[in-house]
């Protein structure tokens, strides 16, 4: 693999959604016939957060980079909410959920943090 190929490997904020995405798939094998479609939604989003991370990586230029960070951010907050969801249908274990929540929460940080940086290098290509 080609370091600069696979440089998304490189960021913790893909390593960390990597992680949640995994956590995720770990805390929801419980859930049953009936909550199907809410675990395979929340799975589907976790999967998307370290997906585009990646595609965004590969894109080329900063300013598609920070398209597909905005969209992983996204799908991050759709996750957060699912969670949120599960956990009052009493799908989740409390420590689960705030587990998860909390990782949420870290890894919109470092998605912030890095389309900020991305937005200040090339700022008059990201305006749009």
């Keep these: 693999m080609g370091e600069a190929q696979y440089g998304h490997r490189k960021l913790l904020v ?10 995720v798939r770990a805390s929801t094998k419980g859930f049953g016939i009936s909550d199907r479609i809410l675990r395979d939604q929340i799975l589907r989003s976790a ?3 370290a997906s585009n991370i990646a595609e965004g990586s590969g894109r080329g230029s900063a300013k598609e ?8 951010r996204g799908s991050l907050r759709e996750l957060d909410t699912q969670v949120e969801i599960a956990a009052r249908c009493d799908l989740l274990a409390l420590e689960d959920a705030e587990d998860l ?3 949420c929460q870290s890894i ?5 943090r890095l389309i900020q940086s991305l937005t200040k290098k090339e700022p008059e290509n990201l305006k749009a």
């Design 108 to 112: 919109s940080a470092l998605l912030s």
């Design 47 to 49: 999967i998307s957060v």
């Design 65 to 72: 980079f920070v398209n597909f960070l905005r969209i992983a």
């Design 14 to 23: 893909w390593q960390q959604a990597v992680d949640l995405t995994v956590l």
């Design 101 to 103: 929540l909390a990782r």
